[in-house]
């Protein structure tokens, strides 16, 4: 049986799947059960609403929402529910070049913030997501440990690929 999602993961459409699975399967890989659907503001405004309104009494913690263009969508859900919110700005077919985006997900009025990523950082949204579960469950917060000491011995191996490379260090003239 599958266990009670904790974080809600909505895009505006499926055209974003291949943008927001990252965050998915990060949060996957830290065994925090995830839902991952579409939920559009502009197309399903009601939709949306229930959405926001039932996400909080159905156990999630935390809501990723992606969208590209004129993108409401985590602004929207941000206005309606008291979960926090993480903002993944998508570079979409009907983006200019990506600011379009990435400014209607951030630029937020003050007092509903939206904790928002790179362009097209869903991962990073997902591992933000993990780090909030992380402040009450102590198997998410070492998980996460795991996975920052992970990354930091990756650079410490390059550190020693590059000094193999520039053993009397970098002078080319
Ligand atoms: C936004 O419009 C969606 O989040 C998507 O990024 C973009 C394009 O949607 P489609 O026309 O591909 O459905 O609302």
Known sequence: MS?????????????????????????QQFNIPVELTIVSAHRTPHRLIDFATTAQARGIKVIIAGAGGAAHLPGMIASITTLPVIGVPIKSSNSIDGWDSVLSILQMPNGVPVATVALNAARNAGILAAQIIGTYSKETNAAIH?????????????????????PNGYDKR
């Open 3 to 27: 266990k009670t999602p904790l974080v809600s993961i909505v895009m505006g459409s499926d055209s974003d799947l291949s943008v927001m699975e990252p965050a998915a399967d990060i949060l």
């Open 146 to 166: 795991v996975y920052k000491t992970l990354l930091k011995e990756d650079v410490i191996e390059k550190v020693e690929t590059l000094k193999t490379k520039f």
